[in-house]
């Protein structure tokens, strides 16, 4: 058992080991999906403007995107942009909009050299051409990694999402492809564009907000969620096992009692 058993490696010396984490590597969730909160706050702690926390968030996700790989992480979904955030001020959105070309033009060599896969969820046809392009090239370069998925929300809202399923489905009814009364919960799962990926097994959101915003409301169903105050910009390797730790000591109290029929 205590083989089974990893203990975070690497980094600086630290003087306090009391947020070292040990995980049991049998049980990493397979799908973490986290909500980037608190860009814009770490900012204003430093009297900087928010694209500033922007721009810090950033580095936050080429760590993460690491350590989850390092932890045998399957699938990470980010947050990045929602269907709401189009009414910030023009600047700000202009800004979000070239950090996935940032982002990219700097880390795109590393995730292919990591074999990650890069994805997207979202409504990609109403980004701006330019950011597009970067994330499309990025997907296709990355296409047949089989490593870590890393999978970006952008132009995300999960209502707008379910919306456009039942759409499909609906289209497919008129058409008489499909009778009303076959519908099911399967056939809604895979008119989503998680279709291919596996319902996220953990939810972290960062900044002390404890809403789901719009996100992934159908695969979040079942899924363990965990908050923290701290801000997306100061969130790191031992937070993130922070979280799987909690998850980890959750997973172990249903002591093998059904997940939904613990009381
Ligand atoms: C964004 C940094 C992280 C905190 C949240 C807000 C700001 C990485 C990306 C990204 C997106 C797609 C992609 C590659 C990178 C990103 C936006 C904002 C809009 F293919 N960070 N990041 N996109 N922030």
Redesign the pocket.
């Known amino acids: 058992m205590l083989d089974k058993l990893i203990r975070k490696k690497g980094g600086e010396p630290k003087t306090d080991n009391a947020d070292r984490q040990l995980l049991d590597e049998t049980a990493i969730p397979g799908h973490v999906a986290i909500i980037?909160?608190g860009?814009g706050r770490w900012a204003k702690k430093r009297s900087l403007p928010r694209i500033a926390g922007?721009?810090e968030?950033?580095k936050?996700?080429r760590k993460i995107t690491r350590e989850a790989d390092r932890l045998g992480i399957k699938v990470l979904t980010?947050?990045?942009?929602s269907t709401e955030?189009w009414k910030r001020p023009k600047p700000e959105v202009e800004f979000?909009?070239r950090?996935?070309e940032e982002?990219?033009g700097t880390y795109l060599p590393e995730l292919v050299e990591r074999n990650v896969r890069?994805r997207?969820i979202g409504d990609h046809e109403h980004l701006p051409p330019h950011?597009r392009r970067?994330?499309t090239r990025?997907?296709d370069e990355t296409a047949g990694n089989d490593g870590l998925i890393?999978n970006?929300a952008?132009n995300y809202g999960s209502r707008a999402e379910i919306t456009e399923a039942v759409r499909t489905i609906a289209k497919a009814v008129a058409e008489n492809r499909v009778k009303a009364e076959d519908i099911d919960e399967s056939m809604i799962t895979d008119a989503l564009m998680t279709a291919e990926l596996p319902e996220p097994d953990l939810l972290i959101r960062t900044s002390g907000e404890v809403r789901l915003s719009n996100f992934m409301l159908w695969q979040l169903a079942y899924t363990e969620f965990w908050f923290t105050d701290t801000l997306?910009?100061d969130f790191n390797e031992d937070r993130l096992q922070e979280a799987i730790g909690v998850y980890q000591a959750r997973s172990r109290r249903y002591g093998g009692v059904d997940k939904e029929d613990t009381d």
């Open positions: 980037m909160d860009n922007h721009h968030g950033m936050t996700v980010l947050y990045a942009f955030n979000l909009m950090l996935p982002f990219l890069v997207m950011t970067a994330i990025a997907m890393l970006f952008m997306w910009p």
